[in-house]
């Protein structure tokens, strides 16, 4: 069964760091789209950044030069390195992937929405809290 688990958010001063990791089972991240997405409270649903099935990676503008988004194929894991935080990066942190997997013939392959506006997730994990406070 297709599963997903993130962990790792908690509270941290602005300015500082924390790294999220998402564990995927009953599928391997090297064949599908993983997107973190966060949804702070009173706001809707926002994607964040986005690791497409061949490794490219991508960013909305407001995480751009200050998140990471990596995995570790081994592990099966995707890690979201979050630096320079804002009290605006406040939110509950998902991770979620699609049904279709997209192979190097695929444009998908090596792209992915980060804004999470042209496709749907189907796989959701549970949400993981980041606080940023001073």
């Known amino acids: 069964e297709v599963q997903l688990q993130a962990s790792g958010g908690g509270l941290v001063q602005p300015g500082g760091s924390l790294r999220l990791s998402c564990a995927a089972s009953?599928?391997?991240?090297?064949?599908?789209?993983i997107g973190w997405f966060r949804q702070a409270l009173g706001k809707k649903r926002e994607g964040a950044s986005c690791i497409s099935a061949g490794g490219r990676t991508y960013y909305v503008d407001s995480v751009k030069g200050r998140f990471t988004i990596s995995r570790d194929v081994a592990k099966n894991t995707v890690y979201l390195q979050m630096n320079n935080l804002e009290p605006e990066d406040t939110a509950v942190y998902y991770c979620?992937?699609?049904?279709?997997?997209?192979?190097?013939?695929?444009?998908?392959?090596?792209?992915?929405?980060?804004?999470?506006?042209?496709?749907?997730?189907?796989?959701w994990g549970q949400g993981t809290q980041l606080t940023v406070s001073s």
């Open positions: 979620a992937t699609q049904e279709r997997a997209y192979n190097s013939g695929s444009y998908y392959h090596n792209w992915c929405p980060a804004s999470s506006s042209s496709f749907e997730y189907d796989y």
């Open positions: 009953g599928f391997s991240i090297g064949d599908y789209t």
